[in-house]
């Protein structure tokens, strides 16, 4: 009940809070030299136009001084003017802007200053560039300080989309499937880790309404939650497994991880926690702002494994284990089946050419056996006397062996004879 209110907390202040507390822009916070000479740069030459961002215009067959170029420059600056985001702009064709074109007259820049550089106003600027881009021969290009932030926002999304939603989730649970059997012993991690992730988000949110961070610590918080979140559960179920395994009752067997195998956990996210805080020392604000993201859901991903992991085990109790067994014998019987089938297909073959022909060596085993039977029999004939027996010959009567358990009652005369 704690941890799905904290979770809905969490959602909130993150639905709320997050797009106010993450910035796109980057800087050093030790003043280096380089932040030094800008300074100076802007005290000693107070005068000078301040530039927001710059459009390139290039022509590889024109020059600026053809009519297709003049036109083309003079449409741009028309269509960026309409947009309603731009104070002001600067071409070659108004005096004094011969400075603005490239040594060989293919390329000329473009400055610009914007009215408010909000992301509507930057992505209307982007739209007319990219509608001009490639038209009758000339290349048009954008850059500058609001335009680069929207591409960091918008590699951002698509790695976080790509990468950790698209990727690593189905990925992640193909695996737990795999180690685990079912999909109830699949979810309790991936159930921890969505927890941590969106707990650490909200804690992110509101720490970015006093410090701003970098839009880049979504990205290093879901990496971190889903693989923490994932390995400690997962260290914690193997352990309950091999408790179960000596005999333990469920109850006993949660309690008994709770007591071991946690301790690991706090290990483990202290030593992962520390290792962050060196980020910290780098003075940077897009490092730090990624330090404070993984020490967030690492904080969070340890609370979750002492208190939410063991409360969820004991209520499910045996019933991922009963479900996985089940599997288990289903998947056995199946085998068994399938075995059985296999081996009566393999006898039948091999019964079936015998009962049809005997093959060549088996055939001629046979009649050298009966060949042997033949002339052991002629043998054993051959010493028995001649004339008893009514008159039949030692060529053609039985072995006496055999004529012994034939006639009993010429046994009995001999007996009487001798």
Partial sequence: MVWALLALVGLVATGGLLGSALTDSGAVTNNPESEQAKELIDKRLPGRTKVDEV???????????????R??????DDEARRTGGVR???SYLAPGGGVLVSGDGHATILPLVLAEPTSDSVDKLVGVVQRADGRSGFAVHITGEHTAGRDFSKVSESDLRTGELQFGLPAALIVLLLVFGTVVGASIPLLMAMISIVVGLGLVAIVGQVFELNLFVTNMLVAMGLALGIDYSLFIVSRLREERARGADTRTAILTVASTATRAVVFSGTAFTLAMLGMLIVPDTVLRSLATGAIAVAIVSIAVALTFHPALLMALGDVGQQ????????AGRAFGRRRGALLGRRGAGRAAPTERQPGPGRGAAARRRRAAAGTQDRRLGASEPSGHDGGQTGSDRPPARLRHRRDPAGQHRRRRAA
Avoid at 55 to 69: G, H, N, P, Q
Avoid at 71 to 76: C, D, I, Q
């Fill in 55 to 69: 459009l390139i215009v290039r022509s590889e067959r024109a020059r600026v001084t053809d009519a297709a170029f």
């Fill in 71 to 76: 036109m083309r420059v003079g449409s741009l």
């Fill in 88 to 90: 002001a702009i600067r």
């Fill in 323 to 330: 479900a996985q067994a089940a599997l288990a014998r289903r």
